[in-house]
């Protein structure tokens, strides 16, 4: 199938990516992992699609994904931006959770995991580095110093931060230009609205959401906790308690018959009401499927008025559903 034209966003100055990106940690962590040759044909499918900016991580498998992901796109390097991350120190004899062992940010760890990064993914450049999250051990100006240097050796060619709050934004963006910020933000997360995404307006920084379908649940497809494997983290989360999901169940429903009244999912209006949240926010939802894959793709091309977004942003506010974001887990955020 030939190649498709999706929009295009700016993150920062020098990035120019699809308006919707793929997030590729689901294909090898946190969601159970994924047979290699349906992760590549996903891929696949998704640069056919006109995708054009790929999310990964060290921490994904811990490795794992990287090197997945840098299989999967070497026939369109010239074609793709793949963002990666770093930020911890990880035991490669372990999975999962139980590999990281705390933050790492110090400016020789930050060009050791980088090198690495460069190798798995088998790519010359990264084309944009995150901070994973803030290391409260270290000067955030040292650890971007740190990246400066790679893009000033071209081996990186932007900066990325995620997770973290207005004083880190600005006080990173002194040292050197941030193009973008990764947070969490959806219907049911909206923790970085005001002070964090008028700061990216006003410093030129891409937003780029991730989780912007609930992890999952706003497509409506899952209900309970047996809709996911048992080693899925969702298990782990509040939110997805057997109780919390029932009680949140209601308000998916409300999602779902708003989405039949545009003709779309409850995913692709979801998915809408980020995009149209600001012309600098790129959200990357997660797909092992190629149908999911093809429907999230298709939200660019939906139009919400003014009172729709109102509508969707009032019904479904955050403070409505139940459980918290993050168990312990939430100990790696920062807002500062």
């Known amino acids: 199938m030939p190649e498709t034209t999706m929009p295009t966003r700016r993150l920062g100055p020098h990035l120019t990516v699809s308006a919707i990106g793929l997030g590729c940690m689901g294909m090898s962590h946190g969601y159970g992992g994924q047979d290699e040759k349906d992760a590549i044909r996903t891929l696949h499918r998704a640069v056919e699609l006109g995708v054009t900016f790929f999310d990964t991580?060290?921490?994904?498998?811990?490795?794992?994904?990287?090197?997945?992901?840098?299989k999967g796109l070497k026939p369109f390097r010239d074609k793709v931006m793949i963002a990666t991350k770093f930020g911890f120190r990880l035991n490669p004899e372990k999975k999962g959770p139980e590999a990281m062992g705390g933050l790492d940010s110090r400016p020789e760890h930050v060009r050791e995991v980088?090198?690495?990064?460069?190798?798995?993914?088998?790519?010359?450049?990264?084309?944009?580095?995150?901070?994973?999250?803030?290391?409260?051990e270290v000067p955030i100006e040292d650890t971007v110093g740190a990246?400066?240097?790679l893009v000033t050796e071209g081996k990186v060619r932007a900066l990325g931060l995620s997770e973290v709050g207005v004083e880190t934004l600005r006080r990173?963006?002194?040292?050197?230009?941030?193009?973008?910020?990764?947070?969490?933000?959806?219907l049911w997360t909206r923790d970085p609205e005001g002070d964090i995404l008028d700061t990216c307006r006003e410093l030129g920084i891409g937003f780029v959401p991730f989780s912007p379908l609930g992890r999952g649940f706003l497509t409506g497809t899952i209900r309970k906790p047996e809709d996911f494997g048992a080693d899925d983290f969702r298990h782990?989360?509040?939110?997805?308690?057997?109780?919390?999901?029932?009680?949140?169940?209601?308000?998916v429903t409300?999602?779902?018959e708003m989405a039949a009244r545009k003709g779309a999912t409850a995913a692709q209006l979801a998915l809408a009401w980020v995009l149209h949240r600001g012309d600098f926010i790129v959200p990357i939802p997660g797909a092992r499927k190629i149908g999911h894959l093809e429907q999230n793709v298709?939200?660019?091309?939906?139009?919400?008025?003014?009172?729709?977004?109102e509508a969707l942003g009032d019904l479904l506010a955050p403070e409505k559903f139940a459980g918290e974001r993050y168990g312990k887990a939430g100990a790696w955020v920062s807002r500062k």
Not at 59 to 69: D, K, R, S, T, W
Not at 172 to 186: G, R
Not at 236 to 250: D, Q, T
């Open 57 to 70: 991580a060290e921490v994904y498998g811990p490795f794992a994904n990287e090197i997945l992901v840098g």
């Open 114 to 136: 980088t090198e690495a990064s460069l190798k798995r993914l088998g790519v010359d450049v990264i084309d944009l580095l995150y901070q994973h999250r803030l290391d409260p």
């Open 147 to 149: 990246m400066a240097d």
């Open 172 to 186: 990173a963006h002194a040292v050197h230009p941030i193009s973008a910020l990764q947070s969490e933000y959806s």
């Open 236 to 251: 782990n989360i509040p939110r997805f308690s057997a109780e919390n999901m029932a009680a949140n169940a209601a308000l």
């Open 254 to 256: 409300i999602l779902e």
């Open 298 to 309: 298709a939200a660019a091309s939906i139009s919400l008025s003014t009172e729709e977004m």
